[in-house]
């Protein structure tokens, strides 16, 4: 095995792994040097020159030409005799350059080399993808799926680097085959094992930050200012927005001309409802804001325990809980505050639909009572609990609790 051989090899690894000439010169120098060391117990009185172009690689040893019989080290010194077979012109004292070949190495040093390659380059490569990936934290990178796994999906970047995308950090209803092109945030990198291990995240609040910055130039160039983002994956998130300038609408500039800035968002989420809400120092405000659609009557706060009693009429109560109280939770989460939604009835004589009770009774319940012809509390209230029986398939205990939950409504 010669030395061009050995450097066309090499000259793989640099087209492969995409290795800059001179960080591929200073691994080949590294390699050798360890070898020559090994070999001759230093590598200080050799020359190596790498041209990766060429496909070159020397490896010359400097030795002292000294007197006939006067060697004590083979490595660093040579006699006289010997020195003039080179050259004829040398002289005692002066030092003599002489070029090493692969031949003068063993098989079984040229394959150590080799093998010390691969794991120089490979430690190189991690500790590249490694650096490179943990200055991206936070930012969004698009890839493609490669393999999908019931706890995770791999996927590659366009340098076919390896990136994890966990099922906890997926949203609900992502669905991803191979080949398709997904966008996440880079949520987490570590090394395990000397190996790095890069986490994407869809179901981060970062995630989201960064497509209001990709799709609203306001909030990119700092006019606007995002101050909080709470989200239910999939479901529904609530976004707060400032902004400095009184020319600038946040809220309009964020959803954009009907719609138009935000449509991307919510698509790529899955169609995840979007709540923009304009940010304000003062709580009774806030909280009013973070209900939305729904609209209140009155608040009372109790801003030591950070808790907040809400009144609104009763068709306001289903829009203020949301779909699974993900809009409640959510308003609680971004203004700090406790929430306590109540129905505010203007007199004895006002009626409350059925449905503004989900929140206390199953929805199995109320359609089974629909049924029957009963959609308000009151009309269910007029019949006696063996008319309610009689009716529907409801058991007693279930009735009993309905009417108690409906009487305390008109108490």
Same mark, same amino acid.
């Given at each position: 095995?010669?030395? =061009?051989?050995? #450097?066309?090899?090499?000259?793989?690894?640099?087209?492969?792994?995409?290795?800059?000439?001179? @960080?591929?010169?200073?691994?080949?120098?590294?390699?050798?040097?360890?070898?020559?060391?090994?070999?001759?117990?230093?590598?200080?009185?050799?020359?190596?020159? *790498?041209?990766?172009?060429?496909?070159?690689?020397?490896?010359?040893?400097?030795?002292?030409?000294?007197?006939?019989?006067?060697?004590?080290?083979?490595? @660093?010194?040579?006699?006289?005799?010997?020195?003039?077979?080179?050259?004829?012109?040398?002289?005692?004292?002066?030092?003599?350059?002489?070029?090493?070949?692969?031949?003068?190495?063993?098989?079984?040093?040229?394959?150590?080399?080799?093998?010390?390659?691969?794991?120089?380059?490979?430690?190189?490569?991690?500790?590249?993808?490694?650096?490179?990936?943990?200055?991206?934290?936070?930012?969004?990178?698009?890839?493609?799926?490669?393999?999908?796994?019931?706890?995770?999906?791999?996927?590659?970047?366009?340098?076919?680097?390896?990136?994890?995308?966990?099922?906890?950090?997926?949203?609900?209803?992502?669905?991803?085959?191979?080949?398709?092109?997904?966008?996440?945030? #880079?949520?987490?990198?570590?090394?395990?094992?000397? @190996?790095?291990?890069?986490?994407?995240?869809?179901?981060?609040?970062?995630?989201?930050?960064?497509?209001?910055?990709?799709?609203?130039?306001?909030?990119?160039?700092?006019?606007? @200012?995002?101050?909080?983002?709470?989200?239910?994956?999939?479901?529904?998130?609530?976004?707060?927005?400032?902004?400095?300038?009184?020319?600038?609408?946040?809220?309009?500039?964020?959803?954009?001309?009907?719609?138009?800035?935000?449509?991307?968002?919510?698509?790529?989420?899955?169609?995840?409802?979007?709540?923009?809400?304009?940010?304000?120092?003062?709580?009774?405000?806030?909280?009013?804001?973070?209900?939305?659609?729904?609209?209140?009557?009155? =608040?009372?706060?109790?801003?030591?325990?950070?808790?907040?009693?809400?009144?609104?009429?009763?068709?306001? #109560?289903?829009?203020?809980?949301?779909?699974?109280?993900?809009?409640?939770?959510?308003?609680?989460?971004?203004?700090?505050?406790?929430?306590?939604?109540?129905?505010?009835?203007?007199?004895?004589?006002?009626?409350?639909?059925?449905?503004?009770?989900?929140?206390?009774?199953?929805?199995?319940?109320?359609?089974?009572?629909?049924?029957?012809?009963?959609?308000?509390?009151?009309? *269910?209230?007029?019949?006696?609990?063996?008319?309610?029986?009689?009716?529907?398939?409801?058991?007693?205990?279930?009735?009993?609790?309905?009417?108690?939950?409906?009487?305390?409504?008109?108490?």
């Amino acid at each position: 095995m010669d030395h =061009i051989n050995l #450097v066309e090899t090499f000259s793989e690894f640099k087209e492969f792994k995409n290795i800059e000439r001179e @960080t591929m010169m200073r691994i080949l120098e590294d390699v050798f040097r360890h070898m020559l060391a090994r070999k001759y117990g230093t590598d200080e009185n050799f020359d190596i020159i *790498v041209n990766i172009d060429k496909g070159d690689l020397e490896i010359w040893r400097n030795r002292e030409i000294v007197e006939d019989g006067g060697v004590e080290d083979d490595n @660093t010194q040579i006699e006289y005799t010997e020195a003039i077979k080179i050259e004829p012109d040398f002289e005692i004292g002066e030092d003599v350059s002489e070029e090493i070949k692969m031949g003068d190495f063993g098989r079984r040093e040229i394959l150590s080399v080799r093998q010390n390659l691969i794991a120089k380059i490979q430690e190189y490569e991690k500790d590249n993808v490694y650096k490179k990936y943990k200055d991206k934290i936070g930012e969004i990178i698009s890839g493609e799926v490669y393999q999908v796994w019931k706890k995770e999906i791999l996927i590659l970047d366009d340098e076919y680097i390896e990136l994890i995308l966990p099922k906890s950090e997926q949203i609900p209803s992502d669905f991803y085959r191979k080949g398709d092109t997904i966008r996440a945030v #880079v949520s987490k990198v570590e090394m395990r094992n000397n @190996t790095p291990y890069i986490i994407l995240s869809r179901t981060s609040t970062i995630f989201l930050e960064r497509l209001f910055e990709s799709e609203v130039p306001e909030v990119y160039d700092g006019l606007i @200012t995002i101050k909080k983002i709470v989200r239910v994956p999939g479901e529904r998130a609530k976004i707060s927005v400032e902004s400095y300038d009184d020319r600038i609408d946040p809220v309009g500039a964020c959803v954009g001309m009907k719609g138009s800035r935000i449509h991307g968002i919510v698509r790529e989420l899955k169609n995840e409802n979007i709540d923009v809400i304009n940010f304000t120092n003062n709580s009774s405000l806030y909280i009013s804001r973070s209900l939305s659609p729904a609209k209140i009557s009155s =608040i009372q706060l109790d801003d030591d325990n950070k808790k907040a009693d809400v009144y609104m009429k009763p068709d306001q #109560v289903s829009l203020a809980i949301g779909k699974g109280g993900y809009n409640i939770k959510l308003a609680g989460k971004l203004t700090g505050y406790e929430i306590d939604v109540y129905r505010d009835t203007d007199s004895e004589n006002e009626d409350v639909d059925l449905t503004e009770f989900a929140d206390e009774i199953d929805q199995w319940i109320i359609k089974e009572l629909n049924t029957i012809g009963c959609d308000t509390a009151k009309s *269910v209230l007029e019949l006696s609990v063996e008319e309610l029986v009689k009716r529907t398939d409801l058991e007693e205990v279930t009735i009993l609790e309905v009417m108690k939950i409906l009487k305390a409504e008109f108490e």
